[in-house]
């Protein structure tokens, strides 16, 4: 018992409200369920109302509170009814997790302006309006919870970084500017990066298994990641346990950067 109580005190969500972008699929689906199951009332923010309403309906026969937004992240209007839209179903966040994104790496002479637009309104436009919208209320509340799902393209060029790797570099900023802001009220912001994870965001390279074999041979686990491995580092960035960890970027990558 008192082990079970000092982990609850710890880890618990029970009582909290968490809003996940992209979480019907992947790194963010795997996050959402953590949430949930963690005892956050979690509402599901995608595209695809089929997946959304899968995700969900897995969560609620789990005995979770959840619910689902199909929206549209690409556009400002798209972003600001999401939001609003979700609030409606259990209330303003306490945690927000913005994993929503789009992997457009055409060659930088290719890259056109249509592209960076589009890269740049999903990975970095809306999760900054995103956190301007809740931010502020989470400060005012004394207690909130920012992360953004980043990538290895943050921090080095490879396999054609492009639009991508920007948007991802500056998402890095803007968890660290938000920290800035806003830690000193209680909102931690923090980044989760990972390393070379089989996710519909990555789907291209199931064609070439000698190249996802080289990703493996370069972390220090030998193995790529799942989407699962998200599910521990989330909860404790979203939990009480991480009060005093905020503007850094938590790499889960099984030892791929440092290798």
Known sequence: ????????????????????TGGSSGIGRAVAGALARAGASVVVVARGEAALAATVEELVADGCRAAWVSADLGTREGVRSAAEEAVRA???????????????????????E???????????EAPFLLG????????????????????????????????????????????????EAW???????????????????????????EKVAALAARTMTGRNGLAEDFEGA??????????????QSVFVDGGLSVH
């Not at 259990?90 to 056109?112: K, Q, S, T, Y």
């Not at 249509?114 to 970095?124: F, K, P, Q, R, Y």
């Not at 992360?147 to 900023?173: D, P």
């Open 1 to 20: 018992m008192i082990t079970q109580n000092y982990l609850s005190r710890l880890f618990s969500l029970e009582g909290s409200t968490a809003l996940v």
């Open 90 to 112: 259990f209330g303003e966040p306490d945690i927000l997790v913005n994993c929503a994104g789009v992997n457009l790496r055409p060659p930088m002479d290719e890259l056109g």
């Open 114 to 124: 249509d592209v960076w637009a589009t890269t740049m309104a999903v990975n970095l």
């Open 132 to 179: 301007q919208r809740f931010g502020p209320g989470m400060a005012r509340r004394g207690f909130g919870r920012i992360i953004h799902v980043t990538s290895q393209q943050a921090h080095r060029a490879f396999v054609q970084s492009g639009a991508y790797g920007v948007s991802k570099g500056g998402l890095e900023s803007l968890a660290r500017s938000q920290a």
């Open 183 to 209: 830690s000193p009220s209680g909102v931690t912001c923090n980044t989760l990066v990972p390393g070379f994870v089989m996710t519909p965001l990555n789907a291209r390279l199931a064609d070439d298994p």
């Open 234 to 247: 989330a909860v404790f960035l979203a939990s009480r346990a991480s009060a005093y960890v905020t503007g």
